[in-house]
């Protein structure tokens, strides 16, 4: 039987385990019999929550503290927004959700693939990825596989790549993978930039759109100043904090500019946790698991 390890978590700032896992931010995690099974890059990860504990196998401590960012003072973001109407709800909705903190190139790989709203399942793009180039894992019986890293998609090649079946995502992806390579300090130097500097160097990997970009930032490099802006967020701004906004230009570019203006005068350093609590307060994935 595999030994399982325990965390006692930090019983004043909140944490739900359930809640971060369901709402789609990292890929294949999955709930099944009372825990969460994901694999993290080579690990096959199995963890569940219990009342203020934290009971895991496929990793140490270490590993689990910082995935989860359990350091991180929620009570902080709550209580400097505990005024905004939309987010006192979400608080109470969505009390203990966390930003995760993922491997840079696992992150960026999934936002490469994933559709513009968030999707579940076991054979979404990245687990077509996993599973065509990846190396097979065994965990309690069962079959895993590695998400590959950069190195291991371009020795395997595009037309391998291909037979992944994922259509035009393969040949942008080969070709991030050979930039990756090539500048193998990105993620340390991607972390330091100003906003737009490091949007703009991510924008320059083949396929990365500026949301990409946002994406990886906010979900893998603690970047909580960064806001995304797709068209839920967009229209759900607009509507609840920009009713007497009247834009001096047209288009979804000026008015996204606009948008993320705005957000950071209003949330600062914590505007990425803001767009996250935002964003999930109607997530149907964290309802269906409540429900459940």
């Known amino acids: 039987m595999t030994d399982i390890c325990t965390i006692d978590l930090n019983t004043k700032t909140p944490f739900s385990l359930d809640i971060t896992l369901s709402c789609g931010q990292a890929p294949r995690w999955e709930y099944s019999e009372g825990w969460w099974i994901g694999v993290v890059l080579e690990d096959v990860i199995k963890i569940r929550q219990t009342d203020n504990t934290l009971e895991f196998t496929g990793c140490d401590g270490e590993f689990i503290r910082d995935y989860f960012c359990l350091d991180y003072d929620l009570n902080e973001f709550y209580k400097k927004f505990s005024d905004d109407y939309l987010l ?112 703009a160097y991510l ?15 906010l979900l893998s490099l603690k970047r909580y100043d960064i806001f995304p802006v797709d068209t839920h967020i967009r229209d759900f701004f607009v509507k609840n904090y920009m009713k007497d906004y009247h834009f001096s230009k047209t288009g979804s570019n000026a008015i996204d500019s606009t948008v993320r203006d705005v957000a950071d005068k209003k949330f600062g350093s914590y505007a990425g946790y803001a767009m996250e609590y935002l964003f999930n307060m109607n997530n149907e994935f964290i309802e269906d698991f409540i429900k459940s």
């Open 88 to 199: 006192k709800d979400a608080f109470e909705k969505l009390r203990g959700l966390r930003i995760v903190r993922q491997d840079p190139w696992e992150c960026l790989l999934f936002q490469m693939t994933v559709n513009k709203i968030r999707t579940k399942g076991d054979y979404d793009r990245i687990t077509r990825i996993a599973k065509g180039v990846g190396k097979e894992l065994i965990f309690e019986g069962r079959k895993y596989y590695s998400v590959p890293g950069a190195e291991i998609i371009s020795e395997s090649g595009l037309r391998t790549l291909k037979t992944c079946n994922i259509g035009y995502y393969a040949t942008n992806i080969f070709n991030t993978a050979e930039k990756v390579i090539e500048e193998r300090d990105w993620a340390e130097k991607v972390s330091v930039m100003d906003y737009e500097n490091a949007v």
């Open 203 to 217: 924008s320059g990997f083949k396929g990365v759109k500026r949301s990409v970009a946002e994406w990886v930032l």
